[in-house]
């Protein structure tokens, strides 16, 4: 199947609420290139190199903010951009100072094995944390450490713990994930959070993604890496305002991860409070260090209480008890 990529374009402001009104529009898979990152880029390597070529200066600079994000080629990708164009066009309406951007959508079309072929350029097997060496199916490698290998392909879904909230994740489920616990990956992605937690001993596993096709990679994902059908449970849909299904989610967990953005979990902080058991830990990230203290406050007023956080580079993950 071919897909759709829509660049939207916008600002480093504009970049966190665009995102979080695509997730909540049902697109939890997008690339964010920060027009800022490459001036931190040019201000932090020009002083120590001899020579930055002059092209490659001139592009980094001129870069413009923007969000990238793929659907597939069918009734049902049209569909989501139509929601997409619509959530675009009702933000740049509310930005009556243009701070986030012209918020200007450009489509093309991306063939399946362009899309796989880009993957399998850049993602190289790497270790995170204590535990785990992250690699895709197609590169072998034979870990050191007593590390385990984690599995993880793609499929146009977001996660494959490269990104630094991934990572802050997986670090703190290290610490968390006790043998035999029930734990709960929001948000799922590619599942890699869920199946690190199997893989750490966990007893089940249930993953929720908005998007259907990210629900199922996760599940593909958990089968190569040997874990059971039986203990590795996953749902589509918006737990926000599906009170159905989060009644098939069910309660009693000990452990939630949550990788998405503030604003999405500050919206669903109730509904963590009712899917954890008590004395259960609830770990989130996907927050840039300036929204964390939000998160933190929104989080605590109802119910629950801050034991950690940690960081990477601008961003923050923390964790929480019930």
Same mark, same amino acid.
């Given at each position: 199947?071919?897909?759709?990529? &829509?660049?939207?374009?916008?600002? #480093?402001? /504009?970049?966190?609420?665009? *995102?979080? $009104? ?5 697109? %939890? ?15 932090? *390597? %020009?002083? $120590? ?8 200066? +001139?592009?980094?600079?001129? #870069? ?5 994000? =793929? ?50 350029? =850049? ?36 996660? %494959? /713990?490269?990104?630094?909230? #991934? ?12 043998? /035999? ?8 992605? *590619? ?24 629900? $199922?990679?996760?599940?593909? +994902? ?11 449970? %996953? ?15 069910? #309660? /009693?967990?000990?452990?939630? &991860? ?49 034991? $950690? ?14």
């Amino acid at each position: 199947m071919d897909f759709i990529e &829509a660049v939207i374009y916008t600002s #480093t402001e /504009g970049i966190e609420i665009l *995102t979080a $009104r695509l997730i909540m529009a049902g697109i %939890t898979g997008f690339v964010i290139e920060d027009s800022e990152d490459f001036k931190e880029f040019l201000e932090d *390597t %020009t002083p $120590r190199w001899d020579y930055v070529d002059d092209e490659l200066m +001139n592009k980094m600079a001129d #870069t413009e903010s923007k969000v990238k994000l =793929y659907l597939t080629n069918d009734a049902q990708g049209r569909e989501m951009l139509d929601c997409v164009s619509e959530e675009v066009k009702a933000l740049k309406e509310s930005d009556e100072i243009g701070a986030y951007g012209r918020l200007q959508i450009e489509l093309s079309n991306v063939r399946e094995e362009d899309w796989d072929g880009n993957w399998k350029q =850049y993602f190289k097997p790497f270790n995170v944390g204590k535990r785990f060496v992250v690699k895709p199916s197609w590169e072998e490698c034979s870990p050191g450490d007593g590390r385990m290998i984690l599995e993880i392909d793609p499929a146009s879904s977001f996660g %494959t /713990g490269s990104h630094h909230t #991934t990572k802050l994740c997986l670090m703190a489920l290290e610490e968390a994930v006790k043998a /035999g616990d029930r734990v709960l990956d929001m948000g799922c992605g *590619t599942g890699i959070l869920g199946i690190a937690s199997a893989l750490l001993g966990a007893g089940e596993v249930t993953a929720v993604d908005i998007e259907e096709h990210s629900a $199922r990679t996760a599940l593909e +994902n958990a089968v190569k890496n040997g874990i059971e059908k039986e203990r590795f449970t %996953t749902y589509f849909g918006n737990i926000i305002d599906d009170d159905a299904l989060c009644r098939k989610i069910g #309660t /009693g967990y000990d452990v939630i &991860a949550a990788n998405i953005v503030a604003d999405v979990i500050i919206a669903m902080r109730e509904r963590f409070f009712e899917f954890l058991k008590p004395g259960g830990t609830l770990i989130v990230s996907g927050l840039i260090m300036e929204r964390a203290h939000e998160v933190e406050e929104k989080l605590v007023s109802a119910g629950f209480v801050t034991v $950690r956080k940690s960081a990477l580079s601008d961003w923050c993950a923390i964790v929480m008890k019930k």
